[in-house]
T-cell receptor, first 113, second 115 residues
Framework: GAVVSQHPSRVICKSGTSVKIECRSL??????MFWYRQFPKQSLMLMAT?????????EQGVEKDKFLINHASLTLSTLTVTSAHPEDSSFYIC?????????FGSGTQLSVL | DQQVKQNSPSLSVQEGRISILNCDYT??????FLWYKKYPAEGPTFLIS?????DKNEDGRFTVFLNKSAKHLSLHIVPSQPGDSAVYFC??????????????FGQGTTLQVKP
C-alpha cells in the first residue's frame, strides 16, 4: 500500500511553545491529507482536511489559529500546534487518501508539560 | 452523536478460533466501510474494506460482512493468531457524495488472542 511518513514520532515540549509535525506521502502525490487526533481509549477524531495550495478545512470545535496547517506541496503537509498547553497532549495522526482508502502515518505522541 | 459505534471495548479469543468484531452505524448515507488495525503508539493500518453494493468481502483470514438493513458490519478473523492482538477500528465514509472521503471512526475494540 501507499506509504505515509510522519515525523517526529514523539515530542515533549513546555507549555506555551509551538510544535510542528510533518506528514509526507513517499510514493504518491496527495492533494488532500487529513489530520486526526486520538485521546487515550477514544476514537480517532478528524481535526482538519489539508488541501494542497489552499486553506485547510477544519472540523467543528477545532481552533484553526491554534492548529496551523500548511500543505505547500503535493507530498508534504504540516500541522503546527501553537502555544501548546497540557490539554493538547494527544496522539496526532496524518493520513492521505488513495482512491477510497486512507493510509496513515505512524503518528506523533505529543506531551505538553 | 456517535455515527459509528463499536459497543464491545474488548474481546478475548483463543488462538485458532474465530474472532468476530462488530460495528454499528446510524448514517444511512455511508457507502464505504473500512477496518483498521492499530498497535499502541502507531498509526492505523488498513485491513479490509467493503462497498455498500456488496454484503461480503474476503481477504485471506479476514472477512467483512455488511448488513445494510441492520446498519451493521462485522469483521471475522479465522483462524485467530496471537499477532492479531491489537485495537481494531471500523470506519465509514460517504464516498458517493464526491466529498474528500473523510472517515468517521468507531471507538475501537481491543482484541486479545491468547496462545
Amino acid at each position: 500500500g501507499a506509504v505515509v511518513s510522519q515525523h517526529p514520532s514523539r515530542v515533549i515540549c513546555k507549555s506555551g511553545t509551538s510544535v510542528k509535525i510533518e506528514c509526507r506521502s513517499l510514493d504518491f502525490q496527495a492533494t488532500t491529507m487529513f489530520w486526526y487526533r486520538q485521546f487515550p481509549k477514544q476514537s480517532l477524531m478528524l481535526m482538519a482536511t489539508s488541501n494542497e495550495g489552499s486553506k485547510a478545512t477544519y472540523e467543528q470545535g477545532v481552533e484553526k489559529d491554534k492548529f496551523l496547517i500548511n500543505h505547500a506541496s503535493l507530498t508534504l503537509s504540516t500541522l503546527t500546534v501553537t502555544s501548546a498547553h497540557p490539554e493538547d497532549s494527544s496522539f496526532y495522526i496524518c493520513s492521505a487518501r488513495v482512491i477510497e482508502k486512507l493510509f496513515f502515518g505512524s503518528g506523533t505522541q505529543l506531551s505538553v508539560l | 452523536d456517535q455515527q459509528v459505534k463499536q459497543n464491545s471495548p474488548s474481546l478475548s479469543v483463543q488462538e485458532g478460533r474465530i474472532s468476530i468484531l462488530n460495528c454499528d452505524y446510524t448514517n444511512s448515507m455511508f457507502d464505504y466501510f473500512l477496518w483498521y488495525k492499530k498497535y499502541p503508539a502507531e498509526g492505523p493500518t488498513f485491513l479490509i474494506s467493503i462497498s455498500s453494493i456488496k454484503d461480503k468481502n474476503e481477504d485471506g483470514r479476514f472477512t467483512v460482512f455488511l448488513n445494510k438493513s441492520a446498519k451493521h458490519l462485522s469483521l471475522h478473523i479465522v483462524p485467530s493468531q496471537p499477532g492479531d492482538s491489537a485495537v481494531y477500528f471500523c470506519a465509514a465514509s460517504v464516498v458517493g457524495s464526491g466529498n474528500t472521503g473523510k472517515l468517521i471512526f468507531g471507538q475501537g475494540t481491543t482484541l486479545q488472542v491468547k496462545p
